[in-house]
C-alpha cells in the first residue's frame, strides 16, 4: 500500500521527512487504518456486550484488510511502508479481535482453558502471517503450487473461529453455557492448527470464468452477497461448513495434480 517512499529531506528538529505524496498513495494506507480502528471498534463492542454488532466489526476489518492491497496495485501504489502497515493490521483485524470477541462472548466460561485456546490462535494467526511474509518471493516453488494457501488463510481462519457467534445468533436454543465453552475452546485450539498446518488449500487465484458464463458468475455472487445481508448468520454458518468440506477436497486435489507433475516436495508458502 502507499507508493514507495523515495524522497527524505533531513529535519533539524529531527529524523529525516517524507516529502509530498499523491494522494493516491495515501489511500490504500487510508483503507488499512479504518481496517484496524474496526477491528479495535469489535473487541469495545464485545466488552459491552453487544456481540452482534461486534462480529460485524471484525467482519468488515476483514473487508477492508482485504481490499487495501487490491487498491494498492490498482493505484500503482505499492510500498514497504504498506506492506508493514497491512502485516500489523492483519495480526490485529485476523488474530486479536476475533480471538477476545470469542473469548468475551463464551471462551471466559471455560476458563483458563479457554484463554489459552484464544492465545494459540492469536499466535497462530501471528506465525501464518510471519511465514508468509517470509516465504512469498520463494523463487524456487513450481509455478503450480502459487494456486495453493499453505494451511488455511488467516482470513479464512478469522472468520471460521467464529462460528460459536453464529451459531448463537441463530437463535436455536443454543446459550453460551460452560459446556458450550469447553466445545468452542476446542474449535478455536483446531482453528489454530490449521492456520499454521501444511494442509494445502485452493486458492482459485488461477481460476478464469469463460465469457459466456461471466452474467451467471456475476449473478451468483450478488446473490450470495444478498443473502448475507439479509440472513447473515445463517449464510456465514453455511459458509463455514462449506469451507470445512472443501478442505479435504483440496488436498485431494493437490495431491494429483502433485503427483501429475511429479512433485515430491509440499508447497511454499504463498498466501
Not at 50 to 79: C, H, N, Q, W, Y
Not at 169 to 198: D, H, K, N
Request: charged residues 15%; proline residues 7%.
Amino acid at each position: 500500500m502507499g507508493a514507495p517512499f523515495k524522497k527524505f529531506e533531513a529535519h533539524a528538529s529531527g529524523g529525516p521527512r517524507i516529502r509530498e505524496i499523491p494522494m493516491r498513495m495515501v489511500l490504500p494506507n487510508l483503507v488499512t487504518v479504518l481496517a484496524i480502528c474496526a477491528g479495535l471498534s469489535g473487541i469495545r463492542f464485545a466488552f459491552e456486550n453487544r456481540f452482534e454488532i461486534a462480529v460485524v466489526m471484525v467482519l468488515l476489518a476483514a473487508f477492508l484488510d482485504g481490499i487495501d492491497g487490491r487498491l494498492a496495485r490498482m493505484l500503482k501504489a505499492t510500498s514497504k511502508f504498506g506492506a508493514q502497515m497491512d502485516s500489523l493490521a492483519d495480526i490485529v483485524n485476523f488474530g486479536v479481535a476475533p480471538a477476545l470477541v470469542l473469548y468475551a462472548f463464551l471462551l471466559d466460561r471455560a476458563g483458563s482453558p479457554g484463554w489459552i485456546a484464544a492465545l494459540l490462535f492469536t499466535i497462530a494467526c501471528g506465525m501464518r502471517l510471519a511465514r508468509f511474509n517470509v516465504l512469498a518471493d520463494d523463487a524456487e516453488q513450481p509455478a503450480w503450487q502459487t494456486e495453493y494457501f499453505v494451511g488455511v488463510p488467516a482470513p479464512a481462519g478469522a472468520v471460521l473461529v467464529m462460528l460459536p457467534l453464529y451459531l448463537y445468533f441463530l437463535r436455536l436454543g443454543l446459550e453460551p453455557s460452560r459446556p458450550a465453552a469447553f466445545v468452542a475452546t476446542g474449535f478455536t485450539v483446531l482453528v489454530a492448527f490449521l492456520l499454521v498446518s501444511r494442509l494445502p488449500v485452493y486458492s482459485g487465484k488461477s481460476i478464469k470464468v469463460p465469457g459466456d458464463r461471466v452474467l451467471p458468475v456475476i449473478l451468483g455472487v450478488v446473490l450470495y452477497i444478498l443473502l448475507l445481508m439479509t440472513y447473515p448468520w445463517y449464510t456465514l454458518t453455511a459458509s463455514v461448513a462449506g469451507y470445512l468440506l472443501f478442505l479435504p477436497l483440496s488436498v485431494r486435489a493437490y495431491s494429483k495434480r502433485a503427483m501429475r507433475e511429479g512433485e515430491k516436495v509440499p508447497p511454499s508458502d504463498i498466501g
